[in-house]
Each structure stands twice: as C-alpha cells, then as structure tokens.
C-alpha cells in the first residue's frame, strides 16, 4: 500500500498496519497531513492544526495502546491543551486552552493523537454548521451543500479521509446528524458516560461528547477510550465501562427493535423513508424482531428542547463576559457597556438569539410557565423511553427527516432549522444513547446524498446499539462508499 | 400560562447583557415570538402530577473525597486574560 492510501483507512486498519510496523506513526501523520492540504481548500473541515506537536506525541506512542499511533481530530469545543479553542466563536479568538479535557486525558491515555480541531456551528447552536463565525465547512459528497452540524467539521473532515476518526458533541443531535448528512457513523453516548470536564458547556443536563467515524468498530474503539467517571464531572457515572467493541459480530436473534408509531410524521423525505423501511426489511432479515410501539411525547420534543437547551444556554454563557478571558469591547465608558458590547460584538447570531430566548424562559414571570413546564413534560418524553424499552432492545428511525440541504437554504429560518433535530433530541432529553448508521442514499440533481439509520438505546447500552449498528453494517456495503472528495 | 405576545427582545436584551441594533432587535421579535407560538402547544399536556426533571438520569448528592490536587498556576489561569497586571485581571470601573 502506497503512502498516500493511509487516509482511507479505517482505524481498526490503520492500528493493525501500525502494530505489525509496517508504518509508523510519524509516517501515518506525515500522509494524513499531505491528504488534508489536498482537499482542505475545498471542505474547509479545520480550525487549527498542530502537526508539530502531534509528531512529537507520535514519536514517543506506544502503538501497541487501544488506539496507539492513532491521529483524531476535535471539535473546536474541547479543550486541548496548548491549542487554540475557539467553539467556532468571535468572542474566544485568541484563546488557548491552558489544559487538556478529560476527554483527550483519556484518548491520549490510549494512544491516539490529537492533532487538529474542527469547525462548528458557534457554540454547538446549529444543525448545518453555517453559524460558525470563521469558516463554512462543505459536505464531502456536494460541495454546495450543507455537512451538518453542530459537529459539521468534524463529520466532514472524516467524510473526506482528512482524518481517521473525530471527536464531537451532541446536544440535541449534533453528532448523529452530520454523521448521517456525511455518510458516517456518529454515537451519542448516554447522559452521564463520558466527562464533560473541559468541555466549553452549551446545555449542560444534554451535552455529551462522542465519535464520528467510517465503522462502527471504529466507533466503538473510541467509545472504550473516552468513556468512564471522572472526579472533575458529578454527572459522570460510576458503571464500569466494558470493551464496546466484544459484542460486535454477534447475531439479531432474540433483538427486539421498537417501531414508533410517532416517528412515522409527514415531511420526511420519500427517498429517506424508503431507505429506512429498506433497512427494517434486513434487520428483521438478519433475525431482529420488530415491535410497534408509542412515544406518545414526542412531538413535543422541539419545544421542549428550545426552552431547556436555551435556558442552560443563557447561564451558561453568561461567562464569556470580557474579564478572564476571550474578546473585551475597546474602551467601555461603565460596566454595563462593557458587558453589553462585549456581547453584542463577539457573539454571532445565532448565539445572541438562543441566550435571548434562554434569557426570556428563565426571565420573573414566566419561569414556571415555560421552564418548568417545559422540565415537566421533559420527564414524560423520559418516560415514554423508560416504557418503551420494556418492550424492546432498541428503536429504530430515521437520523435526519431529510438529506444534507443546500448551504444557505435554511439560514433565514431559525423554526425550520430547530426541525431538523425532531428523530434526534429527544434522546438528549431522555438521557438515552444513540447511533446514526449508513443506510443509504438520496439521489438529488445528480448527488449522492447521504441517508442515516438511528438506533437509540436505553441509558448505559452503548454495547447493544453498536452490536446492533455492527450486524446491520456488516450486512450492507454502505459504509464503504466514499464520497467524491474522499476519492480525490 | 404566559403568552408568547408578552416577550419583549428590547428588555430581554437587557436582561442578558447583550446589546442589539434596532434592526436586530425587530428581527428577534419576530423570530423568537414565532418559536414562542409553537411551543405554545407545550400547554395541551397534562402535568399536574409530574415532577420537573432537571436530567435525564436523575442523579442526587454525589460526594467525592475532599482532596486537594494540583491545578493551574496564577500564571496559567491569567493566560487567556484581555487585561491584566500584577497576578490579577484588570476590571472596568464598577464603583464611581
């Protein structure tokens, strides 16, 4: 195999080339470096990119670690020691993270080797990554098209081979979206598996951190490197964490996969819902047992979402006031100034516009009308889940209601934009996991594009999603189609 | 229950710190009563006999062993900081 083929590798792959010294870890690096000034021009997947001192970790790795030798790229939210991080935002240009995020303790701890951060949409607030403030990442299959978000550079930095594997975060479905836009595998750990310590907080009862990568055993190698309780995070839980990747091969029989009625709405795409009906047929194929069941909560779980994510939001970023670090206004005549143009000139739009809406929802007067009730029925989408899960193993929908869409095409519309979570945030809500599958394509003016299969899990069932994901993925050959970028 | 004709982004603005135009602010109240009327259908639910769920995976009184560890230096923690002199971050005026 020649140098400049090593980006296509899947991880699995590339460790077992590692292992047996067919290649090093410098020259792994050196050829992914090369790969990304080829197609970066054309996605603009990065942030920042520190092969410097990712060739200094990979000449000292033990390659024989879970995932030694092993370079991954971050989203720009995670902190990484040394690195700029700027969550896609104005207001942390300049910043650099005067230390590492459990998260990357724990991936180093493996082996593997941050070496770049991803662009986002500002803080996590979007599903197409437009709302970033520095760059627009495209979509590896259509350039004029959207990759997803909020995870958008990462899912699109993988979909081009300009990385093996990618670290994200999902909030309301920002790393199963863009998987699924993006033609990968993206898992939403449940609440509570991975820290979140070091990890700049959007919505801090939803955020969780998680990979995007070509397989599911790529997935789960990851999963078994990042996931565990930390003393730094009281929500991270204390159940030890198995080796995600055992399970995978096991067969379907005895699975019982739940169908709800619910997520059967109008306006998804008829190629999407043809796709998933597809992948239905070949799970029940490979033995899984189909349930019909009812989320009867469901559609309330946008609205839900808007008020809980924002009011966390709001507090949140209360933070980024000009004082410890990040953007500070020029010559602020009193504190109110400096605080309301430090603001108002660092945060982009969509930032301003959530932490308004959080702002209202927590505001005397209405707290009780909008958040609290919004908590309420919170914990009936939580039970709706905790049922279900009596009757199945597992519940399957589509990832997104619709393909990657055209960049700029829903940057007017904040409602319509919120929509495009409706499969994905109730899982956030719930506290539940969650994976996003190849399982096909649409075919739009000439496209290929990108559909996702969603498989969401009980609390702390990772292992059973990804067997699941595995057995599906192993029986089709979508995961192996590559994007018109990765092919270059 | 609170109508979504009542929001008012000028004030809110306020509240949160953060200055708009008035081009912006016509924009937020537009956009933000629009999501506020749709959500309006959270009032349909029956929740007299529910608890508010602050997490998904209720959790509660997680202690930890009071144990002190090393953690950044004064200079470390400064890094980042738009102004500053002697060890400390330099503020705007609070007090006239």
């Known amino acids: 195999m020649s140098r400049s083929d090593l980006p296509a590798l899947t991880i699995a792959d590339l460790q077992s080339l590692l292992r047996r010294k067919e290649v090093s870890p410098r020259e792994v690096l050196e050829s992914l470096r090369a790969r990304i000034e080829q197609v970066e021009p054309k996605i603009e997947a990065y942030l920042s990119i520190d092969f410097e001192a990712a060739l200094k970790e990979a000449d000292k790795v033990d390659v024989n670690l879970p995932l030694g030798g092993v370079p991954i790229a971050i989203k720009d939210i995670i902190n990484v020691a040394g690195q700029p991080c700027t969550c896609g935002s104005k207001i942390l240009a300049g910043y650099r993270s005067p230390y590492d995020a459990t998260v990357i303790n724990n991936l180093r701890a493996a082996g593997a080797i941050p070496f770049g951060k991803t662009n986002m949409d500002e803080f996590a607030m979007g599903s197409s990554t437009e709302n970033s403030s520095i760059k627009v990442t495209k979509n590896p299959w259509d350039l004029s098209r959207v990759p997803g978000g909020s995870s958008g550079g990462s899912a699109a930095a993988v979909a081009a081979n300009a990385a093996f594997g990618a670290l994200g975060t999902d909030t309301g479905g920002s790393i199963r979206q863009p998987a699924s836009l993006s033609g990968l595998v993206g898992l939403k750990p449940s609440y509570g598996r991975v820290s979140r310590f070091g990890v700049i907080a959007f919505a801090s009862s939803l955020d969780q951190v998680g990979p995007l990568t070509k397989t599911t055993r790529d997935a789960a190698m990851i999963m078994s490197a990042i996931a565990g309780q930390d003393r730094h995070d009281s929500t991270s839980l204390p159940e030890p964490v198995p080796d995600y990747t055992k399970n995978l091969g096991r067969d379907l029989k005895g699975i019982k996969l739940g169908v709800p009625k619910e997520y059967r709405v109008e306006g998804i795409h008829p190629q999407i819902s043809a796709a998933v009906n597809a992948a239905v047929k070949q799970l029940e194929s490979l033995g899984a047992e189909m349930v019909h069941l009812s989320l009867p909560h469901t559609d309330y779980g946008i609205a839900v979402y808007y008020f809980i994510a924002t009011a966390e939001a709001s507090a949140n970023l209360a933070r980024f006031d000009g004082v410890r670090y990040g953007y500070r206004a020029k010559d602020p005549k009193d504190l109110l100034d400096h605080y309301g143009r430090t603001r108002e000139e660092g945060f982009g739009e969509e930032v301003k516009r959530r932490i308004i809406l959080g702002t209202y929802v927590l505001s005397s007067g209405y707290y009780d009308a909008y958040y609290v009730r919004a908590q309420k029925v919170r914990e009936l989408i939580r039970q709706d889940f905790v049922k279900a899960f009596e009757k199945c193993d597992a519940i399957i929908s589509p990832t997104s209601p619709e393909p990657a869409f055209k960049l700029g095409e829903r940057t007017a519309n904040p409602l319509a934009m919120y929509l495009a979570d409706i499969f994905t945030n109730t899982a956030n809500l719930a506290g539940i996991c969650g994976i996003s599958v190849p399982c096909g394509f649409a075919k739009e003016n000439g496209s290929q594009l990108p559909i996702g299969l969603q498989i969401l899990g009980k609390s702390l069932n990772e292992a059973r999603i990804l067997q699941i994901a595995h057995a599906y993925e192993q029986s089709t050959d979508w995961h192996r189609a590559r994007s018109p970028i990765a092919k270059l | ?96």
Not at chain 2, 26 to 48: C, G, I, M, N, P
Not at chain 2, 82 to 88: D, I, M, R, S, V
């Open chain 2, 1 to 96: 229950m609170a109508k979504a004709a009542d929001f008012d982004a000028a004030y809110v603005s306020k509240l949160a710190r953060i200055n708009l135009t008035d081009e912006e602010t016509a924009r937020f109240q537009k956009q933000l009563t629009d999501v506020l009327k749709y959500a309006e259908k959270l009032r349909e639910v029956d929740v007299s006999h529910v608890e508010a769920a602050a997490h998904g995976v209720p959790m509660f009184n997680v202690f930890r062993e009071d144990k002190p560890c090393d953690w950044l230096s004064a200079d470390e923690a400064l890094s980042n900081a738009p102004h500053k002199a002697n060890q400390l971050f330099v503020v705007t005026k609070v007090v006239e």
